[in-house]
């Protein structure tokens, strides 16, 4: 039956049919790769290069999260000061600022390699490593809490014990929102911490702006996932390094880093 | 999908891979081309970090190419496994899918039906969307969807946005199936 229709149809009909399919091929070809393109174009214009700016991704229906700024570049970075949580010479060549999530996976494996890094460049004071926070409040709610927990370690106990608090705790967590907030006091009482005075100012917010000024900080810097690191060399030139990648190309950045004098 | 409708489905990419996957010309295509997939997938997160070395610093070239080589190790780090899993395939998959296209229209069998291109088409599509790390957020769906203002729907399903990754292999799987399809078809003009 198909077959008759097809022969009642005029032979230039037919031609004109065959050219519109063999067009559809190379078309879908070409539609694939504008797909590509404008995606990457788009996403990746939010990271890594100091040069380029990057469009606006408005994050409206958050409020959790805060809004892009109208051109996040890795040059917005808020200068690393003695506020920082600084792990190693304060004063080093390179300094490495890691912007992590405590609830994300990817953030709990990283963190070897960051430690890894810093028992290699750190011990004789050429790379140090700088940490703030960058909650992922749409995927990990605890996160935020368990930050100004790491900050009240910090007021507690110094710049130690908030690194011992963040470790203890990447340790602790199953990551993705699973741990038990009633925790925090645990963690701190294992480091050493008192633990009234731990959940009186845990209970007293008063480091949620400290993590929010953070969150800020990585997402106008070109932030848009954890773990974001910007790494930072001697003559100022930035970095930026996009998720848990291996030690093999973290190691690689910073030598790079390191020859920019 | 029953046993017979899947043997089925298995024996009619055999059969048409046969085919074009015997000529090495098109077994080259398919796999320069799926190695390119898996490159963009790999240095998608830090093409800005590759883009920005190799342009505008200093460090000597061994340095730089050390560099791009050590971030394919993300696969491994930035990768959960079944982003990685989907990852892999979806790059295998789109270079059989252009090759055996290709291997089509050279044969000029003049009609390719809706359903394979759009099979290709949104197979392609949707593994844009599902692919880049796995780091927390940092989807390339994150950012699309921000864009119209619905990242927080992202939250809602189980696999955070891999469910893009699993439809375009899923699809890109139906492309080639019908694809194979008509390659299998003898090529004879029907009967008056």
């Known amino acids: ?261 | 999908m029953s046993s017979s409708m899947h043997s089925n489905f298995i024996q009619t990419i055999l059969e048409a891979g046969q085919k074009v996957f015997s000529a090495p010309s098109y077994a080259i295509t398919a796999v320069a081309l799926a190695v390119a997939a898996f490159l963009f997938a790999v240095w998608l997160p830090n093409i800005g970090l590759v883009t920005d070395v190799f342009t505008h610093s200093s460090a000597p070239i061994g340095e730089k190419l050390r560099l791009a080589v050590t971030l394919l190790g993300g696969i491994r780090t930035n990768f959960s496994f079944l982003s990685a899993t989907y990852t892999i395939l979806i790059a295998l998959l789109f270079g059989m899918n252009i090759a055996m296209i290709a291997y089509y229209l050279k044969q000029r069998v003049p009609v390719l039906r809706r359903e394979n291109f759009f099979a290709g088409i949104f197979g392609i599509a949707s593994g844009v969307l599902g692919v880049g790390c796995a780091a927390c957020g940092s989807f390339i769906l994150t950012t699309t969807l921000s864009f119209i203002g619905a990242s927080g729907a992202l939250a809602l399903l189980p696999l955070k946005g891999g469910e893009f990754g699993i439809l375009s292999v899923i699809l890109l799987g139906a492309s080639i199936y019908l694809i194979s399809r008509k390659i299998n078809d003898p090529l004879i003009c029907p009967p008056r």
């Open chain 1, 1 to 261: 039956m198909e077959n008759q229709n097809i022969e009642r149809e005029p032979s230039s009909m037919k031609n004109s049919q065959n050219k519109n399919n063999n067009f559809m091929i190379p078309l879908a070809i070409i539609i694939g790769g504008v797909i590509i393109a404008v995606s990457v174009i788009y996403s990746s214009g939010n990271s890594a290069s100091n040069l380029r700016t990057a469009g606006v991704a408005n994050i409206k229906e958050s409020n959790t999260e805060p809004q892009r700024a109208e051109s996040a570049t890795i040059n917005n970075i808020r200068p690393v000061t003695d506020k920082d949580h600084i792990l190693g010479n304060p004063n080093a060549q390179v300094m490495v600022v890691e912007f992590s999530d405590l609830e994300c996976p990817f953030c709990k494996s990283f963190h070897p390699t960051m430690q890894q890094l810093i028992d290699e460049y750190g011990k004789d004071g050429r790379v140090a490593w700088v940490y703030r926070h960058f909650p992922l409040d749409s995927i990990h709610s605890k996160a935020r809490k368990e930050a100004e927990a790491t900050e009240c370690a910090g007021e507690l106990g110094g710049n130690t014990k908030f690194w011992a608090y963040v470790d203890r705790l990447f340790e602790v967590t199953p990551s993705n929102n699973n741990l038990d907030l009633g925790e925090l006091p645990n963690i701190a009482e294992f480091v050493g911490l008192d633990r009234t005075r731990f959940a009186q100012c845990l209970d007293s917010g008063k480091y949620a702006q400290h993590v929010a000024d953070d969150l800020a900080d990585a997402t106008s810097s070109g932030g848009n996932g954890t773990p974001y690191s910007v790494v930072i060399a001697p003559n100022g030139k930035k970095f930026a390094i996009s998720g848990a990648q291996p030690y093999a190309s973290v190691k690689s950045v910073i030598d790079i880093a390191l020859q920019e004098k």
